[in-house]
Structures are given as C-alpha cells and as structure tokens.
C-alpha cells in the first residue's frame, strides 16, 4: 500500500502540489456536505493536494491578490485533471476531481454554500493540518495560506496517520482583523456576513444593483450606469468569482514565513 501511495505522492508533488495526503472516505466527516457515495458510489479513497498561495494574497492591490488567486486555480485545475488521468491510467480504475470552488450547487438547500467535497474536512481526513480558530485548515509547514483539492477514486488506501497538535494560538488576531464580524461566534463562519465582504460584487451585489437601478429616476440611473460599481460588477461576473478579502487568511501568523519546499510533510515520512 505504501508503495502505491508513494508512487501517487510522487505524481502529485512532481506536476506542483506542495503536500499531498490520502483520506478513505470512511474517514472522511463532513456532516453538512452530501454523501460522498451518491456522488461517485464507488469511491473509496480521496488523494488530496495541497497548495501554497504565493505573496500575492497579502497585497493591497486587489487586482494582484485576485490574479494570484486565479492562477492559482487554473494550475489546481491543470493538476487535478492531470492525477485524475494519472489513476485511471496506471491503476485501470475510476477517479473524478471536484470543484476546488466554484462552480457550486445553486440550489435552494445549498445554495451556493456547500460544496460537493468539503476541502477542509478531506485535508483533516488526509493529516493535511487542524483547523483554527477562523474554521480554516492550518497545514503544519504551509500555514494557513493554502488552497487544497482532492480527486476521489476507487483505490482501496488508508487514511494517512491524523495530524492531532491544535497550531492555533487563540491569539484572536484573524477574529479581530475579520472586517464582517464574520468569525466572532466560535467554530462558525457567518457566511452571509462574509460574503458581503469577500465578494461584495457576487451575486447578492448584483441583485442590490439591478434592485436599485429599478428603484431609481432616470438621473440616478443614467450615473449608475457609468458608475465603479457597475464596473467592478462587470469585472466579477466575468472573471468568475472575484473576492476582495483575504484577511482572516491572511493576518494567521501561523506559517506566514513558509516558504514553499518540494518535499511534502507525508512526503518526509
Ligand atoms: C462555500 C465556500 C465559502 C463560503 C461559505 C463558507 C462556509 N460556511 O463553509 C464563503 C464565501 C463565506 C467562503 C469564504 C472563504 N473561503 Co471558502 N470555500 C467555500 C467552499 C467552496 C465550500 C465550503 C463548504 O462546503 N462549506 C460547508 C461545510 C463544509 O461547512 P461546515 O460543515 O459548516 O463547516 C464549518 C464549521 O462547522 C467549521 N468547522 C467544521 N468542523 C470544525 C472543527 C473545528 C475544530 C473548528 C474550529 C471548526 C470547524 O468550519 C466550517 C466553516 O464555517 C470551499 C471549497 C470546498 N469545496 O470545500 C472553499 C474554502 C473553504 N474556502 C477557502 C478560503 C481560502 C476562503 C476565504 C479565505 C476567502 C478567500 N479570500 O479566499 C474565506 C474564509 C472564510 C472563513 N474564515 O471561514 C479555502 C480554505 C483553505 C484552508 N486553508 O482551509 C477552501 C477550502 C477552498 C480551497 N479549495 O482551498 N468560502
Ligand atoms: S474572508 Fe474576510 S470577511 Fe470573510 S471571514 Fe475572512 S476576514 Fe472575514
Ligand atoms: S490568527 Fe491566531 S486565533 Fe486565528 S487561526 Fe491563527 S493562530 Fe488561531
């Protein structure tokens, strides 16, 4: 079984991931998500990849920051497809990459909320990190600034030994830094809050727009029209998804001097 996983890790960590680890889906606890076995019934296991954001994150360009967060994406894309084929290939069975964001369930229960795989709860599962104080998984080399993705397949692994030490200090300074308010209950993040902040051009910003624009005399309507907001609304809706906050991300002390290492933590032992 080692050999098999080494031989993944190897895969994933030549084609860029920066840590990878291997969940069974019995393992895998994520209450809120759907049943990973209605999605790919049958699944047994979940290689997870890790990804460190470079310095892009922290900058006070907005543009910078989003454009970092798009590359980012795109190569977490390249490499998913690439694992994807990679077990299908070597091991003649069934692999499928999920959305490492968007595109999500626009439904009325979820409404775009929940995702298909919950990264966090499978990077816990693969001993990729804990989660901290702001519900985001802290990778124990990588810190916080790291984007995860997984591809869920048929081969029969175990899960790789739980990382069990808290890397939280409860020092509050994401909770403080949060400018929605968004972490202050614990163990919850007050999505609709958040969302208000990190995407204030998303969907609910659209809706207030077209609201407004419906609402107004003519004067008012001709200056949105030529209106920042109507620009920025236009840039969002085009680029995909456009956040505008990455602090609790950002302000976690924990890992913020990482620097990105070829060798994964699983890939040590
Ligand atoms: C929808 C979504 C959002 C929504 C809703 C968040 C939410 N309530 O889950 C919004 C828009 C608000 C959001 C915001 C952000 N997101 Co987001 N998001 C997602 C997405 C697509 C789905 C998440 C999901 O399914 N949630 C529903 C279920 C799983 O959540 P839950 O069971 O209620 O669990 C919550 C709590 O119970 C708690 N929790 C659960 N168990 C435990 C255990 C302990 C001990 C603790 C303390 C907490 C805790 O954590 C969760 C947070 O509410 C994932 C990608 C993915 N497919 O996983 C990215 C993802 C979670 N987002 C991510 C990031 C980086 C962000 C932002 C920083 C935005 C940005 N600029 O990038 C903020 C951070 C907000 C925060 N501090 O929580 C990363 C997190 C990486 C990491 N290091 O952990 C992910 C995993 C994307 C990725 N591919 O890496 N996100
Ligand atoms: S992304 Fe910004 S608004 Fe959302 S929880 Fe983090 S700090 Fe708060
Ligand atoms: S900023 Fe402090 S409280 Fe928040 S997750 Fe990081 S170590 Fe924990």
């Known amino acids: 079984m080692k050999a098999i996983k080494d031989w993944i890790r190897d895969y994933a960590l030549k ?3 920066d840590d990878v680890g291997f969940a069974s889906i019995t393992d895998y606890n994520s209450p809120q998500s759907p049943d990973i076995l209605g999605l790919f019934p049958t699944a047994k296991s979940l290689v997870v990849m890790a990804f460190k954001e470079a310095a892009h994150c922290v900058s006070p360009s907005n543009s910078i920051a989003m454009n970092g967060r798009l590359e980012i994406t795109e190569f977490i894309r390249y490499c998913s497809f690439k694992l994807t084929r990679f077990l299908e290939r070597e091991f003649h069975i069934h692999a499928m990459s999920v959305p490492s964001s968007y595109p999500l369930d626009m439904n009325s229960t979820a409404k775009g909320l929940i995702g298909e795989v919950s990264l966090r709860h499978a990077a816990l599962a693969a001993g ?3 989660f901290g104080r702001h519900n985001l ?13 997984a591809v869920i397949n048929e081969l029969d692994l175990p899960s790789d030994p739980p990382f069990t030490e808290d890397l939280c ?4 300074v994401c909770v403080e830094n949060c400018p929605a308010g968004a972490l202050d209950i614990p163990g919850k993040t007050d999505a609709l809050k958040c969302l208000r902040y990190s995407q204030p051009y998303g ?19 001709k200056k ?7 620009m920025k609304l236009y840039q969002a809706q085009m680029v995909g998804m456009h956040y505008y906050c990455f602090k609790c991300y950002t302000s976690c002390p924990i890992g913020n001097d990482s620097i990105i290492s070829p060798m994964g933590i699983n890939g040590n032992k």
């Open 15 to 17: 084609l860029g991931a």
């Open 128 to 130: 990729l990190g804990s």
């Open 137 to 149: 998984i802290i990778h124990p080399r990588l810190g916080t600034q790291v984007v995860y993705q």
């Open 169 to 172: 200090t409860y020092c509050d």
């Open 203 to 221: 969907m609910g910003g659209l809706m207030a727009f077209g609201r407004k624009l419906l609402d107004s005399p003519t004067d008012t309507r």
């Open 224 to 230: 949105m029209l030529t209106s920042p907001d109507l």
